[in-house]
T-cell receptor
Framework: LAKTTQPISMDSYEGQEVNITCSHN???????ITWYQQFPSQGPRFIIQ???TKVTNEVASLFIPADRKSSTLSLPRVSLSDTAVYYC????????????FGTGTRLQVTL | DAGVTQSPTHLIKTRGQQVTLRCSPK?????VSWYQQALGQGPQFIFQ???????QRGNFPDRFSGHQFPNYSSELNVNALLLGDSALYLC????????????????FGPGTRLTVT
């Protein structure tokens, strides 16, 4: 699986937009980009997945440039409840593939 | 519709003992994966079960074994416990019949917190 690099931590105020960038220079043609969110003492939760360009759902947006060597998770107007660890994963999928998590980005949202 | 459930929630064991953790997948899911998450680290893949067989395995010793039952539920067994086995053990389920073949969406349970003393 392609190795990913993301910031260890980020801080934000409530109501701001937060962008977390993930670098994956060795991404392969068949690889997808997936983001998970994890709250303390809970299992990770799927946020969004994309292959190229932009993907948006009710929770977040995922921006992927043409070269696909990086991606940006965008969280609009964060609230205190968005305080969590965010993981960027890259890899080929078939049936349920094994997920390789890094150390993630710890987002702290304050008033 | 119940999501992924795991039992027990917490467990305390002594070095050298054996432990069994249980997982029931989300309704309609047929694949179960197990992960170990040490404090401050991301989850690490242990193994995956589909059709009652181990399909993939991560870099974990043979002390870690598992089983999947006909109803798709699964067990994780760890023998000869070490202090380093203390972690949050997560179960994730998914379906081989997902509409999007590229989807990586796995549903995780709340985990079992294992403490080895």
């Amino acid at each position: 699986l392609a190795k990913t690099t993301q910031p260890i931590s980020m801080d934000s105020y409530e109501g701001q937009e937060v962008n977390i960038t993930c670098s994956h220079n060795n991404i392969a043609t068949n690889d997808y980009i997936t983001w998970y969110q994890q709250f303390p003492s809970q299992g990770p939760r799927f946020i969004i997945q994309g292959y190229k360009t932009k993907v948006t759902n009710e929770v977040a947006s995922l921006f992927i440039p043409a070269d696909r060597k990086s991606s940006t998770l965008s969280l609009p107007r964060v609230s205190l409840s968005d305080t969590a660890v965010y993981y960027c994963l890259v890899g080929e999928t078939g049936t349920a593939s094994k997920l390789t998590f890094g150390t993630g980005t710890r987002l702290q949202v304050t008033l | 519709d119940a999501g992924v459930t795991q039992s027990p929630t917490h467990l305390i064991k002594t070095r050298g003992q054996q432990v069994t953790l249980r997982c029931s997948p989300k309704s309609g899911h047929d694949t179960v994966s197990w992960y170990q998450q040490a404090l401050g680290q991301g989850p690490q893949f242990i193994f995956q079960y589909y059709e009652e067989e181990e399909r993939q395995r991560g870099n974990f010793p043979d002390r870690f074994s598992g089983h999947q039952f006909p109803n798709y539920s699964s067990e994780l067994n760890v023998n000869a416990l070490l202090l380093g086995d203390s972690a949050l053990y997560l179960c994730a389920s998914s379906s081989t019949r997902q509409a999007n073949p590229g989807s990586w969406e796995q549903y995780f349970g709340p985990g079992t917190r294992l403490t080895v003393t």
